[in-house]
């Protein structure tokens, strides 16, 4: 199970950290990830962390303001988001998978959505 929770209301050039904590079996072995899906758009790739930590990959969009880090003893992974903008809007999902692939129907497990709106 995955539990995303941070979201929120915040303008423009503001900051906000999501979190997501996992449980009921073992992620350290599992790659974790974000995806966001605005109104009436298809799910996207946000970023993706490797089991270790060591590995990360970003979309363009998120390259330089976001970053993914992930706490192994406590099961949680985190999307820092800095210079936040109104097309960051969207519900973001947190996701477990095998690989930093950013294909959605590549991961395996899911959460469920934190609205996070950017107002201008």
């Known amino acids: 199970q995955l539990q995303a929770s941070g979201g929120g209301l915040v303008q423009a050039g503001d900051s906000m950290r999501l979190s997501c904590a996992v449980s009921g079996r073992t992620f350290s072995n599992l790659a974790l990830g974000w995806f966001r899906q605005a109104p009436g758009k298809e799910r996207e790739f946000v970023a993706a962390i490797s089991r270790s930590g060591g590995g990360t990959s970003y979309a363009d969009s998120a390259k330089g303001r976001f970053t993914i880090s992930r706490d192994n003893a406590k099961n949680t992974v985190y999307l820092q988001m800095n210079s936040l903008k109104p097309e960051d809007t969207a519900a973001y999902y947190c996701?477990?998978?095998?690989?930093?692939?950013?294909?959605?129907?590549?991961?395996?497990?899911w959460g469920q959505g934190t609205l996070v709106t950017v107002s201008s």
């Open positions: 996701a477990a998978g095998a690989s930093l692939l950013s294909n959605p129907q590549q991961w395996y497990y």
